[in-house]
T-cell receptor
Framework: AQSVTQLDSHVSVSEGTPVLLRCNYS??????LFWYVQHPNKGLQLLLK??????LVKGINGFEAEFKKSETSFHLTKPSAHMSDAAEYFC????????????FGGGTRLMVKP | NAGVTQTPKFRILKIGQSMTLQCTQD?????MYWYRQDPGMGLKLIYY???????DKGEVPNGYNVSRSTTEDFPLRLELAAPSQTSVYFC???????????FGPGTRLTVL
């Protein structure tokens, strides 16, 4: 069994300040972990993924995430928020069963103030 | 490549009506998936397929059916629409070798 908990349903930052979106997971397997972004009324876009290589993963648009096995965490960060970063972010875990089905967290809505 | 395409983009159904949501991918991916996303929630897996002729249930399969007669197409069927099926439906596909799923743009379905 696997599950994902996104610790904040809403995060608000000012433009130019750092972003931290927190994610904890549980999995019976060695998981693959992902962050997806969803802009309003749009589909999902992959930001980055961890698949058992380097624990610090760099993604698109300046985002990165660090896999910490001891803490079962995969937090998403960005040094400086941009207005275009305002969106819903999903932390996702995948395990090698059931066709590598994805289990989604509940999402974090990121708001960026000017 | 068009990637993953879904039709229709929007649909309103009356209770008890049926419809098929279409999903097509042109990346020759083995794996295909159907998810639903309820307001303010993450996606939940309805059905998935690991290849033509093979399908299996996900977390929330009740009220839906699928078929996979070709590699490219993975339609989702609602037989007796209910208000609880009001949601946004996403189709996704994945190559056997890679763990990344590619998502379609979604179908917004309302059942009244």
């Amino acid at each position: 069994a696997q599950s994902v908990t996104q610790l904040d349903s809403h995060v608000s930052v000012s433009e130019g300040t750092p972003v931290l979106l927190r994610c904890n997971y549980s999995s019976s397997y060695s998981p693959s972990l992902f962050w997806y972004v969803q802009h309003p009324n749009k589909g999902l876009q992959l930001l980055l993924k961890y698949t058992s290589a380097a624990t610090l993963v760099k993604g698109i648009n300046g985002f990165e995430a660090e896999f910490k096995k001891s803490e079962t965490s995969f937090h998403l960060t960005k040094p400086s928020a941009h207005m275009s970063d305002a969106a819903e972010y999903f932390c996702v875990v995948s395990a090698p069963n059931a066709g590598n089905m994805l289990t989604f967290g509940g999402g974090t809505r990121l708001m960026v103030k000017p | 490549n068009a990637g993953v395409t879904q039709t229709p983009k929007f649909r309103i159904l009356k209770i008890g009506q049926s419809m098929t949501l279409q999903c097509t991918q042109d990346m020759n991916h083995n794996y295909m998936y159907w998810y639903r996303q309820d307001p303010g929630m993450g996606l939940k897996l309805i059905y998935y397929s690991v290849g033509a002729g093979i399908t299996d249930k996900g977390e929330v399969p009740n009220g839906y059916n699928v078929s996979r007669s070709t590699t490219e197409d993975f339609p989702l069927r609602l037989e007796l629409a209910a208000p609880s099926q009001t949601s946004v439906y996403f189709c996704a596909s994945r190559d056997f070798s890679y763990n990344e799923q590619f998502f379609g743009p979604g179908t917004r379905l309302t059942v009244l």
